[in-house]
């Protein structure tokens, strides 16, 4: 008996799927690159999207109720999977960590929200491997400083992403100059975005400023992504941005600098597959910062780049 139980366990972790569950929709500015970054690593080693179950929350766009039954959904067919893939905060909080507690492994990518005071706050277990994300808002805004000095931040930001977005950048630069410069901006609805963005646009101190309103709400009170608001901040503010990752160019941002997401998907499929070989666990920090430029945008806003820029850190260009 014992040895047929054996044997049914085995067959589980053999043919049993690999639940994914990203935060965002399909082609979030900041899951999607995470995701095929994560994807094609281990295709190349042999997965086949069969060997995958990839679910997409939409928190951004998607009133809370529905997201609820989405994840009670998901979390009613856990038995279905051998481990669980995450991508970004939303999903570690309410798949990861309830998964992990079900003796699920759990892989994350893009958190945001320091690791440390998730593990003070939710009493994680130690089957939990993954990157945490980095903004390198420092090595960033020291590069621009050197490009167009660096007056005022303008930091828009909304509910839930936004926030721990803002508690990010609070971390990694409360200890340099430009932590002075930033103005926290909190934008809730389309109207707060029109009158703050003709604000800072109109305002000589702002030098530059970060889209983080990510999630607002729109006139008739329902939620709205940054792709069905990303024209506002594009018409109303005629400065340059930091964007954090070059998905933002693809959508008419200046971009300038910040985290490699295709990388730090790539990243986790690394762990994920060390892991699968070895059985053991690690959590480390984005390793890759790049700068790209969308060069229409650029040109817009009248931001000049000069040469040593161009050659010595420009990675990815939008024309």
Same mark, same amino acid.
Request: aromatic residues 16%; contains cysteine; positive net charge.
């Given at each position: ?5 054996? =044997? ?22 900041? /899951? ?21 179950? =990839?679910?997409? #929350?939409? *928190? +951004? ?8 039954? +989405? ?12 481990? $669980? $893939? ?9 798949? /990861? ?13 893009? #958190? ?14 130690? %089957?939990?491997?993954?990157? +945490? &994300? ?29 926030? $721990? ?19 926290? =901006? ?5 109207? &707060? ?5 003709? +604000? ?30 990303? !024209?506002?901040?594009?018409? %109303? ?11 933002? *160019?693809?959508?008419?941002?200046? /971009? ?11 990243? #986790?499929?690394?762990?994920?597959? %060390? ?41 990815? !260009?939008?024309?």
């Amino acid at each position: 008996m014992k040895f047929f139980i054996s =044997i049914l366990l085995l067959c589980e972790l053999i043919f049993a799927k690999i639940l994914i569950v990203n935060s965002y929709s399909k082609h979030d500015q900041c /899951g999607e690159p995470q995701l095929y970054g994560f994807l094609n690593s281990v295709y190349e080693k042999g997965y086949k999207r069969d060997d995958f179950d =990839i679910y997409f #929350l939409d *928190t +951004r766009a998607t009133p809370k109720e529905s997201v609820k039954k +989405r994840v009670k959904d998901i979390l009613s067919n856990l038995n279905k999977y051998s481990s $669980v $893939v995450v991508i970004d905060d939303d999903a570690f909080k309410m798949v /990861g960590i309830p998964a992990s507690k079900q003796g699920k492994h759990i892989f994350f990518s893009g #958190l945001n929200y320091p690791y440390s005071r998730y593990e003070k706050e939710y009493n994680l277990t130690k %089957n939990i491997s993954g990157v +945490r &994300e980095n903004i390198f808002a420092k090595k960033v805004l020291e590069v621009f400083n050197k490009i167009k000095p660096i007056k005022k931040i303008a930091f828009f930001y909304g509910n839930g992403v936004g926030k $721990v977005l803002k508690l990010q950048i609070k971390l990694e630069l409360k200890d340099t100059k430009f932590f002075q410069m930033l103005d926290f =901006i909190h934008i809730n609805n389309i109207e &707060e975005l029109e009158r703050e963005t003709k +604000r800072v646009n109109s305002d000589p101190k702002y030098t530059l400023f970060m889209p983080f309103a990510m999630s607002i709400y729109d006139k008739n009170g329902k939620k709205s992504s940054l792709k069905e608001h990303e !024209y506002i901040f594009l018409n %109303n503010i005629k400065k340059p941005d930091f964007s954090i990752n070059n998905i933002f *160019t693809k959508l008419g941002f200046l /971009g300038f600098g910040g985290a490699n997401f295709y990388q730090s998907g790539k990243q #986790l499929a690394n762990i994920f597959l %060390n892991y699968k070989k070895n059985h053991k666990q690690k959590i480390e920090d984005i390793k890759e910062c790049i700068f790209f430029i969308n060069v229409k945008r650029a040109k817009e806003v009248g931001f000049k780049m000069p040469k040593w820029f161009i050659k010595s850190y420009v990675k990815d !260009y939008i024309w």
